[in-house]
């Protein structure tokens, strides 16, 4: 058995490599791709800083979907008092526009595949 501790070693390395897009994107804490914003847009900033937006978009989204499905209510105030329509389409892909460059970009780098827009219309986009 005196062979386990390279075949262990060679585990370890394997793990790390096959893991790589998952261990690259928490330490950097980045996207592995930039998203980009389309080129033309006015705004500077987005509804919440964009390092929560970064981490937490996906959880904010939800939080929008209960209040409007569960509630009917449908304005949203950022932490700055401007205030928003909790809405996908109407109000993230008004500026996020360049859904395809933006969020699907960043999504498809990480390895996620948000099934939203199966229902949900993407202005841009087939559907
Ligand atoms: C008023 C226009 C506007 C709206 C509405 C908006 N965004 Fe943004 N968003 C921006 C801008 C501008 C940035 C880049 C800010 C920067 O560079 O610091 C950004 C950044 C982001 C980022 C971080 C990107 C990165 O570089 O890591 C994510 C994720 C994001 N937005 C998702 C969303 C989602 C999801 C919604 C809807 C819940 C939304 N945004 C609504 C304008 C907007
Ligand atoms: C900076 C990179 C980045 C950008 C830009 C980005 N996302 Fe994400 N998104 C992620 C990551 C990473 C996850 C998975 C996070 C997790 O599972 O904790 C995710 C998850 C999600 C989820 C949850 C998916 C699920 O099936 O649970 C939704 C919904 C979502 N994103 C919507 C959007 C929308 C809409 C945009 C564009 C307006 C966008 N995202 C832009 C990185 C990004
Ligand atoms: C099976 C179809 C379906 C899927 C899949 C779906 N939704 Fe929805 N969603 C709806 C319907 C229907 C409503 C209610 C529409 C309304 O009242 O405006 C809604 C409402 C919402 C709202 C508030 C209203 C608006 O204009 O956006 C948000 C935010 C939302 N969904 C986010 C999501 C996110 C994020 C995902 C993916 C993780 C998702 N939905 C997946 C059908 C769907």
């Known amino acids: 058995m005196h062979d386990s501790g390279k075949i262990l070693a060679g585990l370890v390395v394997f793990g790390a ?7 690259y994107h928490a330490a950097w804490g980045g ?3 930039k998203p980009r914003l389309p080129a033309d847009l006015a705004e ?4 919440a800083p964009t390092a929560y937006m970064r981490e937490h978009h996906m959880e904010l989204l939800n939080s929008w979907r209960a209040q409007v499905v569960r509630d009917g209510h449908r304005s949203w105030t950022g ?10 389409t109407k109000t993230c892909l008004r500026c996020h526009a360049n859904k395809a460059d933006f969020c699907d ?3 498809s780098s990480a390895g996620v595949k948000p099934v939203c827009f199966d229902c949900h219309v993407d202005p841009k986009g087939k559907n």
């Open 79 to 88: 932490e700055n008092g401007r205030q928003w329509r909790a809405s996908l």
């Open 44 to 47: 500077k900033e987005c509804i």
């Open 17 to 23: 490599l096959v893991t790589f897009p998952v261990w």
């Open 105 to 107: 970009t960043c999504h």
């Open 31 to 33: 996207p592995l791709v």
